[in-house]
């Protein structure tokens, strides 16, 4: 397996491109499914998450096509027939995301069998949001050996689906199945995540009725049939914010591009708290940091517009070389803290209690050998070695590889002293 190695103390000054938001992509991966015709996604990122998905997608009977078009890469999905409805555990397993394909699956065959995806390192992460919005929508939900069966033969009907919770995948999975249901579907407690108003705007470019996302309410008015589209992926919000976290912990000058500061705002103002400075522009954000100290700040993860989880270990990073302590409530997932004991072995002096975690600034921190079990913690590490004196070895990077397109080269070309040590093979799960 591969590994990352860094030599702290190097700041960082240039400029870093934004690529396409992975958790924005694969649900329109996914949405390719309910149409046809050619679903064609600009700014695409190429990941393994998004390569994962690409190889379900072909086993369920669609083309997929990746290329590089004018403005960066591109992948074209075609699915004239769906030639299996099933999307098998081994497939699933490896990436929760997999499951989104059910809802367009049942909406366009009016069956579907597909594995649960079970839990994972960061919590219990159940799916029963997902199964009431299929079943709320008409289809007869079968649980057995660890699958989903879901029947709706006569097509799926709109209905109002109030969700108890704010669930991201949830309110996708809703917008991915209803768009072809027969009348109107209303989605109350929405998820508001930027990512709401990339899928319900690429559905729409589809030929989808779609609107209110990015707010609590959405209203769907069910069409017949979706046909092709091209549609561009929004920016990644959490590469923006890992790389802005990343110059601020690093100290230096970094332009971030091609993407929106507007959405990692609760990030933006907790760095502007602790001191570093923060420049919005109209393709980005430039971050500054000369040498003051950071000073600690309290942070409590929540749904958008508030401070991402998928953003809180990098925040931790940061946190370990402030004056003071800083206080890290973790509020969306139950088991979020796996890199506070890998930060530790750095040096960082970080102790948690349950949802909460304390961090006492220290004054430097040591390379170390480190290994996490998420992306985000992962690069959460690669942050913290960035500081560090000395050498950090991340291990197990294929965490990274789900997630950051071309981690090293893009700090590796703002003078970060990063390089990868080729291992074999690959593996893992959400
Ligand atoms: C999405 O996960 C993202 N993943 C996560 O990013 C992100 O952390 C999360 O949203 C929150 O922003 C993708 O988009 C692929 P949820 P998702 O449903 O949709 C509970 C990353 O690193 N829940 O909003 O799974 C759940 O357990 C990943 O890129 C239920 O109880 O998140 C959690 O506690 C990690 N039942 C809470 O809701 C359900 O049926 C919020 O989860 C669904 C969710």
Same mark, same amino acid.
């Given at each position: ?198 899928? =319900?705007?690429? &559905?729409?470019?589809? +030929? !989808?009725?779609? #609107?209110?996302? @990015?707010?609590? %309410? ?121 890199? =506070?004991?890998? &930060?530790?072995?750095? +040096? !960082?002096?970080? #102790?948690?209690? @349950?949802?909460? %975690? ?73």
């Amino acid at each position: 397996m591969d590994r990352i190695a860094i030599t702290g103390g190097a700041r960082l000054q240039g400029e870093i491109p934004i690529s396409g938001a992975k958790n924005s992509a694969i649900k329109l991966m996914a949405a390719s499914l309910l149409t046809e015709d050619t679903l064609r996604l600009t700014n695409m990122p190429r990941l393994a998450d998004t390569r994962f998905l690409g190889k379900l997608l072909q086993r369920l009977g669609t083309e997929v096509v990746e290329s590089e078009g004018e403005d960066g890469p591109e992948t074209l999905l075609r699915t004239r027939e769906i030639v299996s409805a099933i999307a098998p555990y081994d497939l699933v397993r490896q990436m929760r995301a997999s499951f989104n394909v059910l809802g367009p699956l049942v909406a366009r065959t009016g069956q579907a069998k597909v594995s649960l995806p079970g839990g994972c390192t960061i919590g219990a992460r159940p799916v029963d949001l997902h199964l009431k919005v299929l079943e709320t929508l008409g289809a007869r939900i079968d649980l057995h050996e660890g699958y989903v069966y879901a029947q709706a033969p006569r097509g799926l009907s709109g209905a109002h689906i109030d969700f108890p919770f704010v669930s991201v995948g949830a309110t996708e999975h809703a917008m991915l199945a209803a768009v072809l249901a027969d009348g109107e579907t209303t989605i109350t407690n929405a998820a508001c995540e930027p990512e709401m108003i990339d899928l =319900a705007n690429c &559905l729409n470019a589809m +030929g !989808a009725k779609v #609107s209110g996302a @990015g707010t609590s %309410a959405i209203r769907i008015q069910g069409v017949g049939r979706l046909h092709g589209a091209t549609y561009a992926v929004m920016p990644d919000r959490i590469e923006t914010g890992t790389y802005a976290v990343a110059a601020a912990m690093a100290g230096g000058e970094v332009r971030l591009t091609r993407t929106r500061s507007d959405f990692i705002q609760a990030l933006i103002d907790k760095m502007v708290e602790a001191g570093v400075e923060v420049t919005p522009h109209n393709d980005g954000l430039t971050v500054r940091r000369n040498g003051a100290l950071l000073k600690a700040v309290e942070v409590e993860t929540g749904v958008y517009p508030g401070f991402a989880t998928d953003l809180q270990a990098q925040f931790m990073a940061l946190m370990t070389l402030a004056d003071g302590e800083s206080v890290i409530k973790e509020n969306i997932f139950e088991n979020r803290f796996m890199h =506070a004991p890998e &930060l530790s072995r750095l +040096g !960082a002096d970080i #102790s948690v209690q @349950g949802g909460e %975690a304390r961090v006492r600034g220290v004054a430097s921190l040591e390379g170390a050998q480190v290994m996490a079990t998420d992306l985000r913690a992962s690069v959460s590490l690669v942050i913290a070695g960035l500081a560090a004196h000395g050498e950090t070895m991340v291990n197990r990077v294929y965490h990274l590889d789900r997630g950051f397109e071309r981690l090293e080269e893009k700090l590796g070309a703002c003078g970060a002293n990063i390089r990868r040590i080729k291992g074999d093979g690959e593996g893992g799960e959400d």
